[in-house]
């Protein structure tokens, strides 16, 4: 049986590391009766939220006590940029821009599916699972990174209820609507062709950004005994594309070569006349998550952790032909 790897992702340590190798830190005395509060509101950090992450910075330069000593010079990260993108749910709503290597980048995500049409469906344990809640949470997650390294992100499937989810089983409701909030028609030519026109509409006003990057996000349907590896399309004339994809599958390979070496990756990339990529303007990669009807393939988006990998990973690969993509 195959095993994924399960990885956490947390911001507060993510800011650790990042405020440690890259001495992303200015220097402030103490006045006299300072304390903490005072002291961080005075240089524009939230004791509510930053407070452990300055201690932790600055470890070892405290009192016997813990406290503040007056006159010495502490570290004081730089201030983090936040975004605040409510469609991410309460819980992650606000977005901590950890760098700006995506600045200038403008990337599209769609989650397939959505309002009338669950996509592809499946079951495991009694529960029923459908393609597009589980694209979507992972689009989500995705939009998150993407935004924290300073991109601009354009989710063009909206749920106004679900944000990022932790849960296993995700409850299937159909009250998606399509950017900026129009309901999403039952008939898959016209739910197609609403989706694209918003894309188009928005590249049109985009068009000072040199990288723009359409990522359409699937699960398959297969029989219970067929297990894919992540795998994509592109327009059969899209260099820019295929490039993409080119990136995002060495990114998934690289990933297992590392967590899971004895596995192996078999994710392919080909062309596809889809209407998608063939009726959009900005350069874009389809991808199929796996089967939504095989056990191996459902532990890859079942669980939270897996989703979060599989975004996170799908973001750098974007990050890198977008670094590419800038050196050119």
């Known amino acids: ?8 992702f947390t911001i507060f340590l ?3 590391n990042s405020l440690h190798a890259q001495k992303n ?3 402030s005395s103490v006045k006299n009766g300072e304390g903490f509060n005072s002291f961080l509101l005075r240089n524009h950090i939230s004791p509510a939220t930053d407070l452990e992450s300055f201690k932790e910075l600055n470890k070892g330069r405290f009192t016997k006590n813990g406290n503040l000593i007056a006159g010495k010079r502490y570290k004081i990260p730089l201030r983090i940029l936040t975004h605040q993108v409510s469609i991410l749910g309460e819980d992650h709503q606000t977005v901590k821009q950890m760098d700006t290597t995506m600045n200038g980048a403008v990337i599209y995500l769609v989650a397939g599916h959505g309002g009338p049409d669950p996509g592809a469906v499946g079951t495991i344990a009694g529960h029923k699972i459908t393609e597009d809640e589980y694209a979507y949470d992972i689009v989500l997650r995705m939009g998150k990174e993407l935004l924290s390294h300073g991109a601009k992100v354009h989710f063009i499937i909206q749920d106004p209820d679900d944000g990022i989810r932790d849960e296993k089983y995700l409850k299937p409701d159909k009250d998606e609507l399509c950017y900026p909030s129009q309901r999403i028609p039952r008939k898959h030519t016209p739910r197609l062709r609403q ?3 918003a894309i188009n509409i928005l590249a049109r006003n985009e068009k000072k950004s040199t990288y723009q990057r359409l990522i359409i996000l699937h699960l398959d349907s297969r029989g219970k005994g067929n297990s894919t ?3 994509f399309y592109h327009h059969a004339i899209s260099r820019k594309g295929k490039n993409l994809a080119l990136a995002l599958q060495q990114k998934m390979k690289d990933k297992y070569d590392e967590f899971q070496p004895n596995r192996g990756y078999e994710g392919t990339i080909g062309t596809r006349k889809l209407y998608m990529l ?3 303007t900005p350069p874009s ?3 199929e998550l796996g089967n939504i009807n095989n056990h191996n393939d ?4 079942l669980k939270s952790e897996n989703r979060q990998a599989l975004a996170m990973w799908l973001s750098e690969g974007i990050q890198e032909n977008y670094l590419l993509f800038k050196k050119k």
Request: net charge positive; hydrophobic share 55%; charged share 15%.
């Open 298 to 301: 459902q532990i890859r988006f």
């Open 229 to 231: 590896d992540v795998y």
């Open 285 to 287: 990669v389809f991808i």
């Open 195 to 197: 989706r694209a026109a």
């Open 278 to 280: 063939q009726t959009t």
């Open 25 to 27: 830190y200015e220097w």
């Open 1 to 8: 049986m195959i095993r994924y790897i399960l990885i956490s």
């Open 14 to 16: 993510l800011t650790i």
